[in-house]
Antibody, heavy 117, light 110 residues
Framework: QVQLQQWGAGLLKPSETLSLTCAVY????????WSWIRQPPGKGLEWIGE???????NYSPSLKSRVTISGDTSKNQFSLKLSSVTAADTAVYYC???????????WGQGTLVTVSS | QSVLTQPPSVSAAPGQKVTISCSGS????????VSWYQQLPGTAPKLLIY???KRPSGIPDRFSGSKSGTSATLGINGLQTGDEADYYC???????????FGGGTKLTVL
């Protein structure tokens, strides 16, 4: 059974860097792509980006200048960094595993990140 | 503004059937597989449908998916009160080179 467990700071000040890590348990890390997805309070899902099975990142065009996603195959973990955060970045952030053909199959528990001065 | 368009809400009585639409374009739904998610309050989304119309193990066959052109539809038969949730469609956009989601549909079982 694949499980994703994520952690990171939940309260940031404007201009700081958001940093989250997601650990994968019970399944293969290599061979899959891994995504970060966020959900502002009361709003819908927004794809942030992914690290592909080949180790290449893809980012949302609207966040590309501020996002870095990396993977560590030795630890079965992947991470998200989002720089220069503002209140608009306040959201629940999820990590998720991409399916072989489509879909985000397994999700982390979510981390509420609040940006406030 | 979401790339994929869903109705904000739908409702139906217990035991009835409901459909939720998801409209996109030739660069996303028209070219790539669609998946659907159920999100209960305070929880992470759960995959219901992948590859347009396939169900993961453990998802009841009351849930179905279909696609035609640049639109996709989620169907839920035999509605139960436990089906009350937000539902999202998602896919890949080959022009944006990014994952995209619909804005979500709130299902109310009256």
């Amino acid at each position: 059974q694949v499980q994703l467990q994520q952690w990171g700071a939940g309260l940031l000040k404007p201009s700081e860097t958001l940093s989250l890590t997601c650990a994968v348990y019970g399944g293969s890390f290599s061979g899959y792509s891994w995504s970060w997805i966020r959900q502002p309070p009361g709003k819908g899902l927004e794809w942030i980006g992914e690290i592909t099975h080949s180790g290449s990142p893809n980012y949302s065009p609207s966040l590309k200048s501020r996002v870095t996603i990396s993977g560590d195959t030795s630890k079965n973990q992947f991470s998200l960094k989002l720089s220069s955060v503002t209140a608009a970045d306040t959201a629940v952030y999820y990590c998720a595993r991409v399916g072989s053909t489509s879909g985000w199959w397994y999700w982390g528990q979510g981390t509420l990140v609040t940006v406030s001065s | 503004q979401s790339v994929l368009t869903q109705p904000p809400s739908v409702s139906a009585a217990p035991g009835q059937k409901v459909t939720i639409s998801c409209s996109g374009s030739s660069s996303n739904i028209g070219k790539n597989y669609v998946s659907w998610y159920q999100q209960l309050p305070g929880t992470a989304p759960k995959l219901l449908i992948y590859d347009d119309n396939k169900r993961p193990s453990g998802i009841p066959d009351r849930f179905s998916g279909s696609k035609s052109g640049t639109s996709a539809t989620l169907g839920i038969n035999g509605l139960q009160t436990g089906d009350e949730a937000d539902y999202y469609c998602g896919t890949w956009d080959s022009s944006l080179y990014a994952g995209v989601f619909g804005g979500g549909t709130k299902l109310t079982v009256l």
